[in-house]
């Protein structure tokens, strides 16, 4: 087990998340999902021991957090917050390099190779052409990749992200998700991500840590979803017999991008309707009785754009 | 990008040497060469004065700069500068109490001088003690900035005060102080003054790698196992050693050192910070020999040279920069 949770309760003065009994392994990819203010982010910085746990142990590469230095645990875990100041005057390649920064005791100039390193995450994220970039002037996806460009540059197994997707578009959002997901799975790295934007990153990760009531819950996506089942989109209908469904054929993780679509191009209420990818093509269908033909014609025809 | 930074280095460098040896050969009298080789030559005495001006220029170019860049990166405002700690104006209150209460005394003239930059050390010293008391108890470092207003202003207040009851002497040595003087430090001065600046730039030495560490914030900075009380204390001591010492023995010409990093980092990458540094050293040392001879010719204060030269060019830079 790489990460261990014995018994862990976190928080500041009283406690946020008590009691947790979890484990991660290396090549996982682990979505941390919960509303705001349960303590995501209290149980990050009590992972990076920032912030002292309340009680039990979080036991880091068979080592209890306490016990490692800060080095010690920056070899370990490499971190993307949500929010940090953004330092003017760096490009690209100046903060990326950062990665680089527990690796040297002064910092004053990188060796050939790791200057190769960068260049080389710079290609993988596609900032090539962003290399010499002030940080201000990149799109906010750009910058959120530069961010994450950094934390794989620390080269340590564990990277945590808080929130990487919040302000970004959809298709950012997947572009990162997808790369999350690489990283885990091409270099065996072990990745912690939270996102309120659950119904996106769900599809992207093996296991789910979802907090609700001081408690955590955790386990495989699936799992997860079938014994909660305010995370599962609520099934409020069937398929109607008489209703053609409009063929679209998408990529699974595109539910969201399709749900969020609707929601700007139909006006009318979404809830009522449900949505399903059976063998390639998105079944629609509405709770029956009321709701009738016209109205699947009107999202047929917003999906025939689509296509 | 190396290359850049090398060449930028030597260009420095050549201008330092011509610079020093204007400054040299600057002055009421012409000098020989030998003048400042042997000492018994008939103007040796005038040649280890002017020794001893480059030299004093030459630790003020160092030390001032290395001050505000240091504390520019710490705030991360390029508004901050060694004057931001109430470090000059400490040392300003301390210079006028030993001004107008030592009319009565009647001390050695060599003494008088010692003493007045000793006040004023000991004011800055002081000042940086309440500082770091202070400091720990409050975490966010804006309140630094606000204490340092507050200083500045409170000691501002009580030299009024002085000045408004103090005699026409005691007035007039403490403002030819508060303009800068360039040519009246003695070698063991110089002595005393590199040991303070050594000692701070052992310190600045120390601080910087923390400090690009600090630079995407304190969350990441403890992520990469930065010690922000430690560098906060650091950068305190660090700032008032090297602002103080030359404060005392020249008199406030701070103003460089908000506008040297500044410079630095228009010509060269200012995300690395070693680099800046030893930019902020050279291109100080190049600015200050340069002040000291126009002053020298205009026989106008340094401190009035600094900001009659230094606020158009910088103006300059900015609006062709935008």
């Not at chain 1, 999350?180 to 996102?195: G, M, P, T, V």
């Not at chain 2, 040991?195 to 600045?204: P, R, T």
Request: proline share 3%; hydrophobic share 45%; net charge neutral.
């Amino acid at each position: 087990m790489f990460l261990e949770l014995k018994n862990t309760t976190i928080g500041y003065q009283s406690s946020l998340i008590s009691e947790v009994y979890t484990s991660l392994e290396l090549g996982e990819i682990c979505l941390m999902i919960g509303n705001n203010g349960v303590g995501k982010t209290t149980l990050i910085k009590s992972i990076l021991h920032q912030i002292p746990v309340l009680s039990g142990e979080i036991i880091l590469n068979g080592k209890n957090i306490r016990k490692l230095s800060v080095k010690e645990i920056a070899e370990q875990i490499a971190i993307v917050f949500s929010k940090s100041q953004i330092p003017q005057n760096y490009t690209t390649t100046d903060l990326i390099s950062l990665g680089k920064y527990i690796h040297y005791p002064y910092y004053f100039e990188l060796l050939e190779q790791d200057k190769n390193e960068v260049d080389s995450i710079i290609e993988e994220l596609g900032l090539r052409q962003y290399k010499d970039v002030q940080l201000s002037q990149l799109s906010d996806g750009n910058l959120q990749k530069a961010f994450i460009g950094r934390a794989i540059a620390q080269n340590s197994p564990f990277i945590i992200l808080d929130e990487p997707t919040t302000h970004l578009d959809e298709e950012n959002k997947i572009t990162i998700l997808q790369l999350l997901r690489k990283l885990a799975k091409e270099q065996n790295k072990f990745i912690l991500f939270s996102s309120h934007d659950w119904r996106l990153a769900k599809e992207f990760s093996d296991k789910i840590w979802y907090i609700k009531n001081e408690k955590l819950h955790s386990g495989i996506t699936e799992d997860v979803l079938l014994q909660h089942s305010e995370l599962v989109q609520p099934k409020l209908f069937h398929l109607d017999g008489d209703f053609l469904p409009p063929n679209i054929s998408a990529p699974k993780f595109q539910t969201e991008m399709l749900y969020s679509f609707l929601q700007k191009n139909y006006k009318k209420n979404l809830s009522d309707l449900n949505f399903e990818f059976i063998d390639g093509f998105w079944m629609i269908s509405a709770s029956g009785f009321q709701q009738k033909a016209d109205n699947f014609k009107e999202i047929a025809s917003i999906l025939e754009n689509l296509r | 990008m190396e290359k850049k930074f090398k060449i930028i280095c030597l260009f420095l460098f050549i201008g330092i040497l011509v610079s020093v040896v204007i400054n040299l050969n600057t002055g009421f009298l012409k000098l020989n060469f030998s003048d400042f080789f042997s000492s018994g030559s008939a103007h040796s005495e005038i040649a280890q004065l002017r020794i001893n001006r480059i030299l004093v220029m030459l630790l003020a170019g160092i030390s001032i700069p290395t001050s505000g860049f240091l504390l520019q990166e710490y705030f991360q405002n390029p508004l901050a500068g060694p004057s931001v700690l109430g470090i000059t104006s400490a040392a300003s209150l301390a210079v006028a109490f030993y001004i107008f209460f030592s009319q009565d005394f009647l001390l050695p003239e060599f003494l008088q001088n010692s003493f007045l930059s000793f006040s004023a050390i000991v004011g800055s010293l002081v000042l940086m003690f309440i500082l770091i008391g202070f400091s720990g108890r409050f975490q966010d470092k804006s309140f630094l900035i606000i204490f340092g207003f507050l200083i500045s202003a409170l000691a501002g207040a009580v030299v009024s005060i002085l000045q408004f009851y103090a005699d026409n002497q005691s007035l007039k040595n403490y403002i030819l102080w508060s303009f800068g003087a360039n040519n009246m430090v003695s070698s063991n001065q110089i002595i005393i003054l590199s040991l303070l600046i050594f000692a701070g730039l052992i310190l600045s030495f120390k601080s910087i790698k923390p400090l690009i560490g600090n630079s995407l914030g304190s969350s990441y900075a403890q992520s990469f196992g930065v010690n922000l009380n430690a560098l906060k204390y650091l950068i305190i001591i660090a700032s008032s050693l090297l602002s103080a010492s030359v404060t005392a023995f020249l008199g406030p010409v701070l103003f460089i050192g908000i506008v040297v990093p500044h410079f630095c980092r228009m010509i060269y990458n200012p995300a690395k910070l070693w680099q800046q540094w030893i930019l902020n050293m050279i291109l100080g040392i190049l600015i200050m020999e340069t002040f000291s001879v126009i002053s020298e010719i205009s026989q106008l204060p340094l401190n009035v040279i600094t900001s009659l030269f230094g606020i158009p060019v910088i103006l300059t830079m900015i609006m062709k920069k935008r």
